[in-house]
């Protein structure tokens, strides 16, 4: 069965902190796709990246970095120096090859900045 | 680009009305169109995916005749709350994947939140 744990519900950190978002998948496929999307109090999902299985080159775009470990089945996300402006609700979500129709979601990890 | 645009983004109705949501793809033509349901605090569940000029396929323990979906162009879809309840009520998202892309990536709406009375 297809699962995404993010195990930490909330974290609270002051600005300029660095943050590790951890994400967990289970799958049995072999070809995937691995997301993160940001949802801000607007409530509106903003895509970040997409990674497939067969790329695990580390990514970083700006202050977002992401591990991706097969090894492990994590797909991580870390924020250096953290902003206010990056207060919101962070999903990690997995699809699977023969039907990338359908994202599975985490249950989500609220991240307070505070200044 | 990959703009998705829902209207309302916010409605309030009485028990056993229905509720129309609109989804539209701005600046892009969407092969599928997806509609998610959010609880307060919650993860995105998926309800349906809608392709174009053809019937919805819902998830299971979706109700067809409760959510109505109709995906009449590349560009618009609409979600439907047939009588809806104090249980409808909840955050809906829609999303879609470009016609374009290879990726498959899905583009969220704003999200529409249903309060029935």
């Known amino acids: 069965a297809q699962k995404v744990t993010q195990a930490q519900t909330e974290i609270s950190v002051v600005e300029k902190e660095d943050v590790t978002l951890d994400c967990v998948y289970e799958?049995?496929?072999?070809?995937?796709?691995l997301f993160w999307y940001k949802q801000p109090p607007s409530g509106e999902l903003v895509f970040l990246i997409r990674?497939?299985?067969?790329?695990?080159q580390n990514e970083i775009s700006g202050r977002y970095s992401w591990n991706f470990q097969k090894s492990t089945s994590s797909f991580n996300f870390t924020i250096t120096a953290s902003q206010v402006v990056d207060s919101a609700v962070y999903f990690c979500?997995?699809?699977?090859?023969?039907?990338?129709?359908?994202?599975?979601f985490g249950t989500g990890t609220r991240l307070q900045v505070f200044p | 680009g990959a703009v998705v645009s829902q209207h309302p983004s916010r409605v309030i109705c009485k028990s056993g009305t229905s509720v129309k949501i609109e989804c539209r793809s701005l600046?892009?033509?969407?092969?599928?169109m997806f509609w998610y349901r959010q609880f307060p605090k919650k993860s995105l569940m998926l309800m349906a995916t809608?392709?174009?000029?053809?019937?919805?396929?819902?998830e299971q323990g979706v109700e067809k005749d409760k959510f109505l979906i109709n995906h009449a162009s590349l560009t618009l879809s609409t979600l439907t709350v047939t009588s809806a309840h104090p249980e409808d009520s909840s955050f809906y998202i829609c999303?879609?994947?470009?016609?374009?892309?290879?990726?498959?990536?899905?583009?969220f709406g704003p999200g529409t939140r249903l309060t029935v009375l």
């Open positions: 799958t049995r496929d072999t070809t995937y796709y």
């Open positions: 979500a997995l699809s699977e090859a023969y039907n990338t129709d359908k994202l599975i």
């Open positions: 999303s879609a994947t470009h016609k374009r892309e290879s990726t498959d990536t899905q583009y």
């Open positions: 600046d892009f033509q969407a092969t599928t």
């Open positions: 809608s392709n174009e000029g053809s019937k919805a396929t819902y």
């Open positions: 990674r497939n299985s067969f790329d695990e």
